[in-house]
């Protein structure tokens, strides 16, 4: 896979790229993946917003691992996040997870609650990876 970014000098800073452009490779569409760790009893969620967006990276990346990708093949994502007053938090820790060279699209929604209680956040990816 080829990947071009489209980086704007007003994105950079934010940890997005406009757009990326693909030529060749296989597609996968992650559905959202959430910040719960698997525990002896099921799935829990820490309590703070900081450890829940590190381990929904965590189970996105082993997601992507099962198909032989990795974070960086990531060409968009749309994290939906409990709190507005998060999202500064969140571009931080996402800046972490990707080369200045290699921001995804994305897009950053704020909403009322999610599917079980505890999840304060959630992400949905597009990923390309080389064609095997």
């Known amino acids: 896979m080829k990947r071009v970014n489209y980086d704007g000098s007003w994105q950079k800073p934010r940890g997005y790229s406009p ?8 597609i996968l569409w992650l559905s959202g993946h959430v910040g719960a760790a698997e525990a002896s009893g099921g799935w829990d969620f820490a309590a703070d917003f900081e ?6 990276f965590r189970n996105i990346e082993a997601t992507l691992a099962r198909a032989g990708g990795r974070l960086q093949d990531i060409v968009t994502m749309t994290a939906f996040i409990i709190n507005v007053r998060y999202s500064d938090k969140f571009i931080e820790i996402r800046k972490q997870y990707f080369p200045d060279d290699g921001y995804p699209c994305s897009a950053l929604v704020s909403v009322a609650g999610f599917a079980k209680p505890g999840i304060m956040i959630e992400i949905q990816t597009i990923a390309v990876i080389k064609s095997a």
């Open 19 to 26: 757009m990326v452009a693909t030529e060749g490779g296989r």
């Open 51 to 56: 450890t829940q967006v590190h381990q929904t």
